[in-house]
């Protein structure tokens, strides 16, 4: 279907990125990202693989019906007999942090990466699971992809510069079978964005999954990125 008039349909903002060819929806708390011709999408960060791409036909940019509607909380039912497709929507709220972003000081992005590692993994040991081990290299990614949206004034999973998440944990040698990302932009301190990212279902999917051993968290003027992998 075209993008335009079921993501509209749906109550979403709809951003296309021509230098990586990427659609992105964004409802409420929820993020999805498709890049054309690709046979996964993002949502919130986590790789989710499509039974269709998203392509173009006749200058119309065409996404998979059922992935995008149940990625942003519809429900799909088809009726065979009368070759009719029903969407319903709870309609779904925006958000917004409405904070500033903290003071970038020298100490600032190692510190405060430490702390939101050590609030998640509170989380974690509250939900009954492990903690996660934090990882240089992986927090590396994390700190080059914060500061990535920040010089560059974007904010989203997918990077004009490095691409997917995926496609940056790839170009800087992460091996994973599981991975995923959450990003936040304007939250004051640690606590502040974690905060955020447990009371948003699919950041906090993320937070608390159980396929997930490994974090690397980024920090760079006001931008938070937290990674993922098994």
Same mark, same amino acid.
């Given at each position: 279907? &075209?993008?335009?008039?079921?993501?509209?349909?749906?109550?979403?903002?709809?951003?296309?990125?021509?230098?990586?060819?990427?659609?992105?929806?964004?409802?409420?708390?929820?993020?999805?990202?498709?890049?054309?011709?690709?046979?996964?999408?993002? #949502?919130?960060?986590?790789?989710?693989?499509?039974?269709?791409?998203?392509?173009?036909?006749?200058?119309?940019?065409?996404?998979?019906?059922?992935?995008?509607?149940?990625?942003?909380?519809?429900?799909?039912?088809?009726?065979?007999?009368?070759?009719?497709?029903?969407?319903? /929507?709870? %309609?779904?709220?925006?958000?917004?942090?409405? %904070? !500033?972003?903290?003071?970038?000081?020298?100490?600032?992005?190692?510190?405060?990466?430490? !702390?939101?590692?050590?609030?998640? =993994?509170?989380?974690?040991?509250?939900?009954?699971?492990?903690?996660?081990?934090?990882? /240089?290299?992986?927090?590396?990614?994390?700190?080059?992809?914060?500061?990535?949206?920040?010089?560059?004034?974007?904010?989203?999973?997918?990077? &004009?510069?490095? %691409? /997917?998440?995926?496609?940056?944990?790839?170009?800087?040698?992460?091996?994973?079978?599981?991975?995923?990302?959450?990003?936040?932009?304007?939250?004051?301190?640690?606590?502040?964005?974690?905060?955020?990212?447990? =009371?948003?279902?699919?950041?906090?999917?993320?937070?608390?999954?159980?396929?997930?051993?490994?974090?690397? #968290?980024?920090?760079?003027?006001?931008?938070?990125? !937290?990674?993922?992998?098994?």
């Amino acid at each position: 279907m &075209p993008l335009r008039g079921i993501f509209e349909a749906l109550g979403a903002e709809v951003r296309w990125t021509a230098a990586t060819r990427t659609v992105t929806a964004v409802k409420g708390d929820t993020t999805v990202s498709l890049r054309i011709g690709q046979s996964t999408a993002s #949502v919130n960060g986590q790789s989710v693989r499509l039974d269709a791409p998203a392509v173009v036909a006749s200058g119309r940019t065409m996404v998979p019906l059922r992935f995008v509607s149940e990625a942003l909380g519809a429900s799909v039912q088809w009726d065979a007999r009368t070759s009719t497709v029903t969407i319903r /929507s709870d %309609g779904g709220s925006d958000g917004d942090s409405g %904070g !500033q972003p903290a003071p970038q000081t020298p100490d600032t992005e190692s510190a405060w990466a430490a !702390q939101v590692v050590s609030l998640v =993994n509170e989380a974690r040991s509250q939900a009954g699971l492990s903690a996660l081990s934090s990882d /240089s290299a992986l927090a590396r990614v994390a700190f080059d992809k914060a500061k990535d949206m920040a010089d560059n004034d974007y904010f989203d999973h997918d990077s &004009p510069t490095h %691409g /997917s998440p995926f496609e940056m944990m790839d170009a800087y040698g992460i091996s994973y079978g599981y991975a995923g990302e959450n990003i936040a932009k304007g939250q004051r301190t640690p606590q502040e964005v974690v905060d955020a990212w447990m =009371n948003s279902p699919g950041h906090r999917a993320n937070i608390l999954s159980d396929n997930f051993t490994t974090i690397g #968290v980024g920090y760079y003027n006001g931008h938070w990125v !937290q990674m993922f992998t098994d």
